[in-house]
C-alpha cells in the first residue's frame, strides 16, 4: 500500500531542549507499507521518508542567555534534513460497522537520518535574542553530533474503511 502521513514535531517539544527555535517542525511524509492480515489483527511494516527540519534561524540551548561569554544562539541550517524510517506494527481493529474499523496499536522500528546540519556562532548585543546577528569572522561548520540512526516507536488510533475487498483507506492519529 502507499502510505502518506503529516509528520510534526511541536515547537513545545523541541523547547523541552532548546529556550528558543524559531518553529515546530511539519511536513508530509511518503512511503510504501505491506499488511499481513489475519482476522481483526495487522501486522503492518513500512517504509517512509520524510522531512525532519525545522526553519532555519537562531537556535538557543536551554539554560543559555544571549549576550554572555559562549551562551548565544547558534545559526542552524538545515540542508536535505530527513529521515529513512523502517518500522513494523502491530494493530488491532474493533468493527463498528460492516466497512468501518476502529483500530489501535503501536510499532517500533529504525530511522536512518539523511542530511546535514550546519552551524555558526552570533553575536549579541544583549539578552534579547533579537539583537542577535551572524558572527562574520567565525566559520559555518558541519555538526557532527547527529546520531545516524534513531528509534522510532509510534502509538496509533484510528479508522479502518473498507473501499472493497482488497482496498481501504485508513485515518490515524498518533505519536
Given at each position: 500500500g502507499?502510505?502518506?502521513r503529516y509528520v510534526a514535531i511541536p515547537e513545545g517539544l523541541l523547547e523541552l531542549f532548546l529556550a528558543d527555535v524559531p518553529s515546530g517542525v511539519g511536513h508530509p511524509g511518503f512511503g510504501l507499507e505491506v499488511t499481513r492480515r489475519k482476522g481483526d489483527f495487522d501486522i503492518v511494516v513500512g517504509l517512509e521518508h520524510e522531512s525532519i527540519a525545522p526553519k532555519n534561524g537562531l537556535f538557543l540551548e536551554k539554560g543559555d542567555t544571549p549576550g554572555q561569554p559562549g551562551e548565544n544562539p547558534d545559526q542552524v541550517e538545515f540542508e536535505s534534513f530527513a529521515l529513512l524510517s523502517l518500522d513494523v506494527s502491530?494493530?488491532?481493529?474493533r468493527r463498528v460497522h460492516e466497512r468501518v474499523a476502529m483500530r489501535y496499536g503501536a510499532g517500533i522500528g529504525l530511522g536512518f537520518v539523511l542530511g546535514e546540519l550546519f552551524?555558526?556562532?552570533?553575536?549579541?548585543a544583549n539578552a534579547d535574542i533579537n539583537t542577535c546577528n551572524l558572527d562574520t569572522t567565525a566559520p559555518r561548520?558541519?555538526?557532527d553530533d547527529v546520531p545516524p540512526v534513531v528509534p522510532v516507536v509510534n502509538i496509533l488510533t484510528g479508522m479502518r474503511i473498507e473501499v472493497m475487498p482488497q482496498l481501504s483507506v485508513n485515518l490515524e492519529a498518533g505519536f
Open positions: 502507499l502510505r502518506i502491530f494493530l488491532w481493529h552551524q555558526q556562532d552570533t553575536t549579541c561548520e558541519k555538526n
